[in-house]
């Protein structure tokens, strides 16, 4: 076998994999979505767009992703340089750091629930602490920015390891002979992190935010579990048309309009944050 | 006895595997009700033992009972001696289903449930065998707040509202509840309660101004009420923490408060409005299929089905209520006492208003619930003009009836075509 050919015989069971299990599925979706009864139509597409939950259900998913993706960042840039800076105990700290990544997305939502509901630890401790005598209902739909705020904390506190991951593999590709120039012409730290470290990391924050991004878009367990139907995103409403509902048709809708935003946002990301290839390390 | 099980649990094997050939031993009883193992075989032992020929109760959900029915009367032969299901299963199959004979008047049926048999026709196509329904319970803390002249049985929702009122006052919290969370039952609430006694129907009377006038009556209503009612499920869990003291909920939903703190709680009638008591009762029938192997021998099977005794039995194995008029013995859980007064008060009271489950959606009941679940979340919840959301939810079950072609049901007046939304 010629060596050339190896490459692509290595990445054909991947390929097989994608296409049996995503781009096919993916095809079944997209006619579902653009059919009805058997004859091609839009009207799920105007069942979307036309229902009352639809502008509220797409600003929220907006939204959360506009304040989690932020934090996020700037939590794994910090979290990510902290732990290459470490000489010691530097895993120890990295697999801390990923712990709730193993944790399933419901499961996160349950523990911030757990704090959260009204006979939870939040007023149980305020109790025991005489802040409070009555439990607080912080959950309740009088209170949707709090709800809003519990899945911020709960999507940051689960999702943020994602980036560092591969922010640390990134900042470990940097060759440090630039760090150690920058050093020598009395760049000071916080100098060498934005003109060195950052833009070298370009593809791996690249690569990150479209991760995260995409995964914003589809936040759904925690805000089920926490917000319930008070707070709806666009994931919520696939789930809802798909099994309450028992409209496959809408569902498959609501999900192309997700791909149709994450494509987006995807390109923005690569358009902002490219690389010339000439200045690829 | 030994070797009858053995039989009975091959046999529920061989249906199992999707082989039910017609070699039942006795008479087929084939229903959707009573399907966990325990009731099943409560229905077999202490219920059908009885009834001096061998009976064979086989329980299964609606898909698979529907299809065999189906399939026995394309057939052309049958050997399902008697059909059990809920009133809207028998719409499914009401081409499969004979007259029975039965003389419902001397068994002492309840009339409103006699009409219903009749799916809109004029002879019987199914006989009521048992009920379950929705009522209110109340923490007898509460009783003191309840306005003066107002009698538990006879309130209305301006009362109601006076009541909760009251409490919130008086107590400093909010302390009456709905099942308003994501698994609550809330959509039977407006279905069959808060629409109906205020507008004398479900659907054909939608958004009218009776029924504008009736949600916001439901709005005042909901500012007494916990607003951790949106997370609540079971409302026998906050009548138990005390977080609530006046409920609504089904009546399997409250047992566990009654069954713990016997003394604690009083159950009563749902509100009035001004047409009457909206009232849903979940009524489970028996039917005799067109092709039942001996017409004479099902029919008997009713007879002892509806006899007192056996009611009785029935609701020990089921924890559905008797159709008929019994007194229930004293050896009966407290829920069962509780809710059973509440029963037999309200199907019998002149004022209420029988609002039945959906019928004929298939599987569009979801979206049915829906569109009352949506006028809960947007004029209640989310502030929208009560006028405005239910011109527009309007539109929604208008599409819903459109699509289905589902004709109006009780307390609808029948329709020829889809139900109108008006």
Redesign the interface.
Same mark, same amino acid.
């Given at each position: 076998m010629s060596p050339a050919r190896i490459p692509y015989l290595l990445l054909l069971p991947a390929t097989l994999f994608l296409l049996v299990f995503f781009v096919y599925p993916f095809g079944l979706v997209a006619i579902e979505a653009f059919s009805r009864d058997g004859s091609f139509t839009a009207a799920n597409f105007q069942t979307v767009f036309g229902h009352?939950?639809f502008p509220a259900a797409m600003t929220n998913t907006l939204l959360l992703a506009l304040v989690i993706v932020p934090i996020q960042t700037v939590l794994a840039l910090a979290m990510a340089v902290l732990v290459t800076k470490m000489t010691r105990g530097r895993d120890m700290a990295l697999y801390v750091f990923t712990i709730p990544l193993g944790i399933s997305d419901l499961a996160a939502g349950i523990i911030w629930l757990a704090i959260f509901?009204?006979s939870g630890f939040l007023n149980s401790m305020l109790y025991h602490l005489g802040v409070s005598e009555?439990p607080t209902?912080w959950?309740?739909?009088?209170s949707k920015w709090v709800i809003f705020l519990a899945v911020v904390l709960a999507e940051v506190w689960r999702a943020t390891a994602i980036m560092l991951v591969i922010l640390v593999a990134g900042i470990g590709l940097i060759p440090k002979e630039y760090n150690e120039a920058a050093e020598v012409f009395g760049a000071s730290p916080w100098k060498r992190f934005t003109r060195v470290t950052l833009p070298l990391l370009r593809p791996s924050l690249q690569t990150a935010l479209i991760l995260r991004v995409i995964l914003a878009f589809e936040v759904f367990a925690v805000v089920a579990t926490l917000g319930?139907?008070?707070l709806p995103v666009l994931m919520g409403e696939v789930y809802q048309w798909q099994f309450?509902?028992?409209?496959r048709g809408v569902a498959a809708a609501y999900a192309i309009v997700i791909l149709a935003i994450s494509i987006a946002a995807t390109l923005v990301i690569m358009r902002a944050l490219r690389v010339p290839k000439e200045a690829r390390i | 006895m030994t070797k009858l099980k053995l039989t009975a649990a091959l046999l529920g094997t061989t249906l199992a595997l999707g082989a039910g050939a017609a070699h039942a031993e006795g008479l087929l009883f084939w229903s959707t009700q009573a399907k966990p193992v325990e009731e099943t075989q409560k229905m077999r032992d202490e219920v059908l033992a009885g009834f001096g020929a061998a009976v064979d109760y086989q329980a299964s959900d609606e898909g698979p009972w529907i299809t065999r029915i189906d399939a026995e009367t394309q057939a052309g032969s049958g050997s399902i001696g008697l059909l059990g299901g809920l009133h809207g299963d028998f719409t499914s199959v009401e081409d499969s289903l004979a007259d029975v004979p039965t003389d419902l008047a001397a068994a002492g049926v309840v009339p409103g449930y006699v009409e219903l048999g009749k799916l809109g026709g004029d002879s019987q196509k199914y006989v009521p065998w048992m009920q379950a329904t929705y009522m209110m319970a109340a923490n007898k803390q509460a009783l003191e707040y309840l306005p003066e002249g107002a009698e538990l049985n006879d309130l209305t929702y301006d009362q109601l509202i006076d009541w909760c009122k009251a409490i919130a006052e008086g107590t400093g919290?909010p302390k009456c509840g709905l099942p308003a969370?994501?698994k609550g039952l809330k959509h039977r609430f407006f279905q069959g309660y808060l629409v109906p006694s205020y507008t004398g129907g479900m659907v054909s009377t939608f958004k009218t101004a009776e029924a504008e006038e009736g949600w916001n009556k439901f709005k005042e209503l909901w500012q007494y009420m916990n607003? +951790?009612s949106?997370?609540y499920g079971f409302m026998q869990e906050p009548l138990l923490t005390g977080?609530v003291w006046v409920a609504f909920d089904h009546t399997a939903r409250l047992a566990d408060a009654f069954n713990q703190k016997p003394d604690d709680f009083v159950a009563f009638a749902t509100p009035k409005g001004p047409k009457g008591r909206g009232y849903m009762p979940v009524i489970a029938g028996m039917a005799i299929p067109t092709n039942a192997p001996d017409a004479a021998a099902s029919a008997a099977l009713i007879d002892y089905m509806l006899k007192p005794e056996t009611q009785i039995a029935t609701l020990k194995a089921t924890n559905f209520f008797p159709v008929v008029d019994v007194t229930l013995p004293d050896d009966m859980p407290p829920s069962v006492k509780a809710a059973g007064e509440v029963i037999s008060y309200t199907s019998t009271s002149p004022d209420s208003i029988t609002a039945l489950l959906p019928m004929g959606l298939g599987? +569009?009941g979801?979206?049915f619930n829906?569109v009352y679940t949506?006028m809960f979340?947007?004029s209640v919840?989310g502030g929208q003009p009560v006028r405005a959301a239910l011109d527009?939810q309007a539109k929604a079950l208008e599409a819903i009836m459109q699509e289905t072609g589902a004709p109006c049901w009780a307390p609808d007046a029948a329709s020829e075509g889809p139900c109108p939304v008006n």
């Open positions: 009352w939950k509901e009204q009555q209902i959950l309740g739909y009088q319930g139907t008070t309450a509902l028992q409209d | 919290g969370g994501p607003p +951790a949106t997370n977080e599987d +569009a979801g979206k829906q949506d979340e947007r919840l527009d």
